[in-house]
Nanobody
């Protein structure tokens, strides 16, 4: 599986962006999908996860209620809708896929395939 992330850009605080992550093969439909972000000088952080069938989602408290992850398996694509953006959301955002169990969804190490990252910049 190869992943292609897109949709990043520059937005003002309070604005919205929708990131997309397109997978190269249909078998991605069996994978757990995750979004992570990495700000300059910081570790990569978990942002969202979505189960293979879209039935379960997970978010850290920092984005809960503002970000929503969904998938369209017919298009082999996962989306991250980001609303009420804050300057501290500024980072490079990565999508990733995993064949691991749902209980490990927040762990970067269980994701075996990563997209190239897309820059999100939120101005104050």
């Amino acid at each position: 599986v190869q992943l292609q992330a897109s949709g990043g850009g520059l937005v003002q605080a309070g604005g919205s962006l929708r990131l997309s992550c397109a997978a190269s093969v249909r078998t991605y439909n069996h994978y757990m999908m995750g979004w992570f972000c990495q700000a300059p000088g910081k570790e990569r952080e978990f942002v969202a996860a979505l189960s293979w069938n879209g039935g379960s989602t997970s978010y850290p408290d920092s984005v809960k209620g503002r970000f929503t992850v969904t998938r369209d398996n017919a298009k082999n694509t996962v989306y991250l809708q980001m609303n009420s953006l804050k300057p501290e959301d500024t980072a490079v955002y990565y999508c990733a896929s995993s064949t691991s169990i749902w209980g490990l969804r927040g762990r970067e190490a269980v994701y075996g395939t990563w997209g190239q990252g897309t820059q999100v910049t939120v101005s104050s």
